[in-house]
């Protein structure tokens, strides 16, 4: 089994920094992306960033040029660095990634628990 484990969430001002990790753990063979949704309340889950078979990227519209995702391929952890953060990021933020437990089954999705992150104005 895979466990996702996400650190670094929590209370900030406005136009201030935090930094997200999520080490995945468990049964890994091959990991094909890692990255960071989030889900704020009333509102449907959204991409914030992935990164994909360890070097491309891909960010949410609305966090271009404030947050960097980037990975330690060795530690099969992913980091989400949020700067300029606004009150519109407050949201739970969620690390998925799409991993292969061993050579006989394919890929599969896993999901954090989650992690909550509050932006002050």
């Known amino acids: 089994q895979v466990q996702m484990v996400e650190s670094g969430g929590g209370l900030v001002q406005a136009g201030g920094s935090l930094k997200l990790s999520c080490a995945a753990s468990?049964?890994?063979?091959?990991?094909?992306?890692m990255g960071w949704y989030r889900q704020a309340p009333g509102k449907e889950r959204e991409l914030v960033a992935i990164i994909l078979n360890g070097y491309e990227t891909k960010y949410g519209d609305s966090v271009k040029g404030r947050f960097t995702i980037s990975g330690d391929d060795a530690k099969n952890t992913v980091y989400l660095q949020m700067n300029s953060l606004k009150p519109e990021d407050t949201a739970v933020y969620y690390c998925?990634?799409?991993?292969?437990?061993?050579?006989?089954?394919?890929?599969?999705?896993?999901w954090g628990q989650g992690t909550q992150v509050t932006v002050s104005s």
């Open positions: 998925k990634g799409g991993i292969r437990a061993s050579d006989r089954v394919w890929y599969e999705d896993f």
């Open positions: 468990g049964s890994i063979f091959m990991i094909n992306y």
